[in-house]
């Protein structure tokens, strides 16, 4: 029964779908279908209050019962149980992609080893005589191929088992006689052989690279998750840094509102009180003027005198309150004092916002090779960062001008406030600006009692010389251009230059790579000293001077 229900299983079919059955039902016209199909059919007939079967277009009044048919749905599932059970035999059969049997008839059966002696491929039952035979025992089997033919010279028809080194190719026996008679010849095995420990080295290479690129691909994702993170927590605080800006700013226009409100509730009132005192007085005239305008038309002489005594005493006269007119008046003062903060706020938000945008270009994103350092004054320039000097960090013994960014030593001591920033024994000053990144700064210098230093925030303002003065400690680098010839000068240690500077000094500054130079500038850009080391801090631009030594930062 099996066996004829799967030559016939077009019958069990459903004509929607087209697959077999699937949860038979049946309509009252007898056909069946598969549950979901005929509902579908149904479903979309029912605007037209019209059915009809799908099979032999019989018409329905109303809309016709499905019943499920028990024995179609049984049949079907031994069906489906027998196409199963039947399936793995059609595995065995070659499909348009195996190599097939080469003498099988009918439907080939797919091929399991192919014969270089014979080439031919063989299914398992036709290759058993390779396994029984004595003189097929020998031929070499390998995995089924349906490249044999590549095996057969195509001039001679003969198996190429040789192999020349000469030309490189695989060849006959024909051909080792004739065409590559004298070649370095040897069989297609040992060549093979030769070429598989070749085959075994370059995997090895590819497998090692492999690794290594494996290695730095996981770096990159590590640097990348890094960059991310790091990202991440920089909006992150940009967002709360501005917001808690924006609030303290909110704050401060709340309590100017309220200053100003309650202000001017208070002249408003005093205003007030005396406005009103005032008009009472003119409302108080105004009647006494009334009375001595009706008594002055009386014709009566004695009412005239008896009345005219008390409507004519006038109580002492006070002149109203003088306003001061101002050419800001009232509250047009604080108009002018936002103005000038507002100034202020944007030329500081500026300032920093440069900074900012400086520090997010300087991040180096991707691990790559140091940079070269620059060699033209051009290449320099294109680093140059404006340095301004901290006058809050200033010696009493230097003066500063144009703007902080030129310094004089004077003999006579400055009145500068007091300040925890300020160098107390040293004649030094550093910059308002802290140097990260790749940066560039020249100063021109005259007099030769002079230090051109870069240092950490950090270093001592007071106490013992060697803590504070630039070069001194191993919180400073400086050159010293004091003598005849320049010197170097870190943690008290000194190193000897042999050319003397200019009148103007260049310094560069890579901090990532932990490169400060000296240049003396001029046509060209002359080393002076290098230092490569690791800096930890961010630096900043120092200056000592002594007696008649003046600086510009350029």
Same mark, same amino acid.
């Given at each position: 029964?099996?066996?004829?229900?799967?030559?016939?299983?077009?019958?069990?079919?459903?004509?929607?779908?087209?697959?077999?059955?699937?949860?038979?039902?049946?309509?009252?016209?007898?056909?069946?279908?598969?549950?979901?199909?005929?509902?579908?059919?149904?479903?979309?007939?029912?605007?037209?209050?019209?059915?009809?079967?799908?099979?032999?277009?019989?018409?329905?009044?109303?809309?016709?019962?499905?019943?499920?048919?028990?024995?179609?749905?049984?049949?079907?599932?031994?069906?489906?149980?027998?196409?199963?059970?039947?399936?793995?035999?059609?595995?065995?059969?070659?499909?348009?992609?195996?190599?097939?049997?080469?003498?099988?008839?009918?439907?080939?059966?797919?091929?399991?080893?192919?014969?270089?002696?014979?080439?031919?491929?063989?299914?398992?039952?036709?290759?058993?005589?390779?396994?029984?035979?004595?003189?097929?025992?020998?031929?070499?089997?390998?995995?089924?191929?349906?490249?044999?033919?590549?095996?057969?010279?195509?001039?001679?028809?003969?198996?190429?088992?040789?192999?020349?080194?000469?030309?490189?190719?695989?060849?006959?026996?024909?051909?080792?006689?004739?065409?590559?008679?004298?070649?370095?010849?040897?069989?297609?095995?040992?060549?093979?052989?030769?070429?598989?420990?070749?085959?075994?080295?370059?995997?090895?290479?590819?497998?090692?690279?492999?690794?290594?690129?494996?290695?730095?691909?996981?770096?990159?994702?590590?640097?990348?998750?890094?960059?991310?993170?790091?990202?991440?927590?920089?909006?992150?605080?940009?967002?709360?840094?501005?917001?808690?800006?924006?609030?303290?700013?909110?704050?401060?226009?709340?309590?100017?509102?309220?200053?100003?409100?309650?202000?001017?509730?208070?002249?408003?009132?005093?205003?007030?009180?005396?406005?009103?005192?005032?008009?009472?007085?003119?409302?108080?005239?105004?009647?006494?003027?009334?009375?001595?305008?009706?008594?002055?038309?009386?014709?009566?002489?004695?009412?005239? %005198?008896?009345?005219?005594?008390?409507? /004519?005493? +006038? #109580?002492? &006269? =006070?002149?109203?309150? !003088?306003?001061?007119?101002?050419?800001?008046?009232?509250?047009?003062?604080?108009?002018?004092?936002?103005?000038?903060?507002?100034?202020?706020?944007?030329?500081?938000?500026?300032?920093?916002?440069?900074?900012?945008?400086?520090?997010?270009?300087?991040?180096?994103?991707?691990?790559?090779?140091?940079?070269?350092?620059?060699?033209?004054?051009?290449?320099?320039?294109?680093?140059?960062?404006?340095?301004? %000097?901290?006058?809050?960090?200033?010696? /009493?013994? +230097? #003066?500063? &001008? =144009?703007?902080?960014? !030129?310094?004089?030593?004077?003999?006579?001591?400055?009145?500068?406030?007091?300040?925890?920033?300020?160098?107390?024994?040293?004649?030094?000053?550093?910059?308002?600006?802290?140097?990260?990144?790749?940066?560039?700064?020249?100063?021109?210098?005259?007099?030769?009692?002079?230090?051109?230093?870069?240092?950490?925030?950090?270093?001592?303002?007071?106490?013992?010389?060697?803590?504070?003065?630039?070069?001194?400690?191993?919180?400073?680098?400086?050159?010293?251009?004091?003598?005849? &010839?320049?010197?170097?000068?870190?943690?008290?240690?000194?190193?000897?230059?042999?050319?003397?500077?200019?009148?103007?000094?260049?310094?560069?500054?890579?901090?990532?790579?932990?490169?400060?130079?000296?240049?003396?500038?001029?046509?060209?850009?002359?080393?002076?000293?290098?230092?490569?080391?690791?800096?930890?801090?961010?630096?900043?631009?120092?200056?000592?001077?002594?007696?008649?030594?003046?600086?510009?930062?350029?």
């Amino acid at each position: 029964m099996a066996q004829a229900i799967q030559l016939d299983q077009g019958r069990f079919c459903c004509s929607v779908c087209l697959d077999l059955l699937n949860d038979p039902v049946t309509i009252p016209c007898g056909h069946s279908y598969c549950m979901s199909c005929i509902k579908n059919h149904l479903d979309q007939e029912d605007h037209q209050r019209m059915y009809s079967c799908p099979q032999c277009r019989q018409i329905f009044k109303s809309r016709p019962a499905v019943v499920k048919n028990n024995i179609l749905a049984f049949v079907l599932e031994e069906l489906k149980k027998t196409t199963v059970q039947a399936a793995p035999a059609d595995h065995c059969y070659a499909g348009p992609e195996d190599v097939a049997c080469d003498v099988c008839t009918g439907r080939k059966l797919k091929a399991f080893k192919s014969c270089l002696q014979c080439l031919a491929s063989y299914c398992e039952k036709h290759l058993q005589p390779h396994y029984d035979v004595a003189p097929l025992r020998k031929h070499k089997l390998v995995e089924a191929s349906a490249k044999l033919q590549e095996n057969i010279c195509s001039r001679h028809q003969e198996v190429m088992k040789l192999f020349c080194r000469t030309d490189q190719r695989c060849i006959c026996y024909l051909c080792s006689k004739d065409d590559h008679k004298g070649h370095n010849k040897v069989s297609a095995a040992a060549e093979r052989t030769e070429r598989q420990r070749e085959l075994w080295m370059t995997r090895h290479k590819i497998q090692q690279r492999i690794q290594d690129k494996e290695k730095t691909v996981d770096l990159f994702h590590h640097e990348e998750n890094a960059v991310k993170n790091s990202a991440d927590n920089a909006l992150k605080n940009t967002e709360k840094t501005f917001t808690e800006l924006i609030h303290i700013m909110e704050r401060r226009v709340s309590d100017v509102r309220e200053k100003i409100q309650s202000r001017q509730k208070t002249e408003m009132g005093r205003f007030k009180k005396v406005r009103e005192k005032l008009e009472q007085e003119i409302t108080e005239l105004k009647r006494k003027d009334a009375e001595l305008e009706k008594l002055s038309q009386t014709e009566d002489h004695t009412h005239f %005198l008896l009345s005219y005594p008390s409507l /004519a005493c +006038l #109580s002492e &006269s =006070k002149d109203p309150p !003088k306003l001061k007119v101002r050419r800001l008046r009232y509250f047009e003062k604080v108009t002018v004092a936002l103005s000038e903060a507002k100034y202020k706020l944007q030329e500081v938000l500026g300032e920093e916002y440069a900074k900012i945008s400086r520090t997010v270009n300087e991040v180096d994103v991707l691990p790559s090779n140091q940079q070269a350092e620059p060699t033209t004054r051009s290449d320099f320039l294109q680093y140059t960062r404006q340095v301004t %000097l901290d006058p809050n960090t200033a010696n /009493a013994h +230097l #003066s500063l &001008s =144009k703007g902080n960014r !030129k310094v004089i030593f004077m003999q006579k001591e400055q009145e500068y406030s007091s300040h925890p920033e300020r160098f107390e024994g040293c004649w030094q000053v550093l910059s308002k600006e802290s140097l990260t990144g790749r940066c560039y700064w020249e100063v021109e210098r005259s007099g030769r009692g002079l230090f051109i230093a870069a240092a950490y925030k950090d270093i001592s303002r007071a106490g013992h010389l060697s803590d504070c003065l630039f070069g001194s400690n191993d919180k400073s680098w400086a050159l010293d251009c004091c003598q005849n &010839s320049c010197q170097f000068k870190h943690n008290n240690k000194k190193t000897r230059i042999q050319q003397e500077g200019t009148s103007r000094i260049g310094v560069y500054l890579d901090h990532s790579a932990g490169i400060l130079s000296f240049y003396s500038v001029s046509e060209t850009m002359t080393l002076l000293h290098r230092v490569q080391t690791k800096f930890t801090q961010p630096l900043y631009a120092g200056l000592w001077l002594s007696d008649e030594a003046a600086v510009e930062m350029c």
